[in-house]
């Protein structure tokens, strides 16, 4: 059963950016919660409005964007909060991985240094306690000789190493929320799998909730209790992550899962890429934002927004007029759209 209050909600969210020609929509009504102690899969293919949801869930937009909606986190509102008063949610109620964390580290400092300042900041204490601290921190993610790899600079470490000392830094002040924005996206498969394990225990062990962004549909497999995919701005589908990965009722869905293989993919049927890619922000179709990939798509699905509608009682939603009681009357549609897009979707790995 779901808790009465969840740990964050975002409602009704709109991201629009400045651009030259104007205001330009990124994100669209976007809804999801996240429970205590679960885990939340976002999901989609770059460009779908991911990364911009969750860097809006911290407020990190920057002065380009513009946010409307609401976010709480912890039965406050934080879309209005002053930077200054952000600075007490981010860190201690939840915090980031970045996907590139060279770019994220400052190469000018040390490790140990970026690590004991992140601590002091957020907690009162020594310089000498905090490099404990620090050392506490490397030695939980995995870094063999935590006190010697203080002293060493984000380029003498190795993408892993990188990905476990900003993991340790998102733990330095015990968040209840840890958003990971693609952590493993540079990673071999091998290391990939430590990376994940890691964070799996390490929330366990915080008793934290994980807000995972990725476009790898494994990884979901997984890790995720819940599911949030994301299409051009919009959420296409959202349930529990079972359901979803055994009966995706969104045609999009379906793809990303004919994409690559998972723990419940069959084995015997050929991996398949999505036709097109997804629309720009500037140019998105009318009508269902997919149909010019779907190969189900019918006349209905050109012309009017669709709805979110609920399915199982509200248990989980789908952006589709195939989907549960908006099907009705299907067997009249006519195909408007398939394959016809040119060129195959570039899969980043």
Not at 34 to 56: C, Q, R
Not at 129 to 140: F, H, I, N, S, Y
Not at 228 to 235: N, S
Request: glycine content about 8%.
């Amino acid at each position: 059963m779901r808790n009465a209050a969840p740990l964050l909600a975002v409602h009704d969210l709109h991201v629009d950016f400045d651009t030259p020609a104007g205001p330009v929509a990124a994100v669209s009504g976007v809804s999801f919660e996240i429970e205590p102690n679960e885990t939340v899969a976002l999901v989609g293919e770059s460009g779908s409005g991911k990364s911009v949801t969750a860097l809006a869930m911290m407020r990190l937009l920057g002065r380009g964007a513009t946010l409307r909606g609401q976010i709480t986190c912890d039965g406050r509102d934080i879309t209005g909060l002053t930077e200054k008063q952000m600075r007490s949610v981010r860190g201690r109620a939840m915090t980031m991985i970045f996907q590139d964390p060279m770019s994220s580290l400052d190469p000018l400092y040390s490790v140990g240094n970026q690590l004991v300042e992140t601590v002091r900041l957020h907690n009162r204490m020594s310089r000498a306690r905090a490099v404990e601290r620090a050392t506490e921190l490397l030695d939980q993610v995995g870094i063999a000789d935590p006190r010697g790899r203080l002293r060493a600079y984000p380029h003498q470490l190795s993408g892993g190493q990188r990905q476990r000392v900003m993991i340790a830094l998102a733990l330095a002040c015990s968040p209840r929320l840890l958003i990971a924005d693609e952590p493993t996206t540079a990673l071999d498969v091998t290391i990939e799998a430590q990376i994940l394990e890691l964070i799996r225990g390490l929330q366990r062990e915080y008793r934290m909730s994980l807000l995972l962004v990725t476009h790898d549909m494994a990884v979901v497999a997984e890790m995720a209790d819940r599911v949030v995919v994301m299409y051009a701005g919009q959420v296409v589908e959202s349930g529990a992550a079972e359901q979803i990965l055994r009966q995706p009722q969104h045609p999009y869905t379906t793809a990303l899962f004919q994409c690559i293989p998972t723990p419940v993919t069959d084995r015997s049927a050929a991996l398949t890429a999505i036709p097109g890619a997804v629309p720009s922000p500037h140019e998105l179709p009318p009508g269902c934002r997919f149909h010019p990939r779907c190969a189900v798509a019918f006349d209905r699905c050109v012309t009017g927004q669709v709805p979110l509608f609920p399915l199982d009682g509200g248990a989980r939603h789908s952006r589709c007029w195939l989907s549960g009681d908006a099907a009705s009357g299907r067997a009249d549609r006519t195909v408007v759209t398939s394959a016809s897009v040119p060129g195959p979707a570039r899969r980043r790995r």
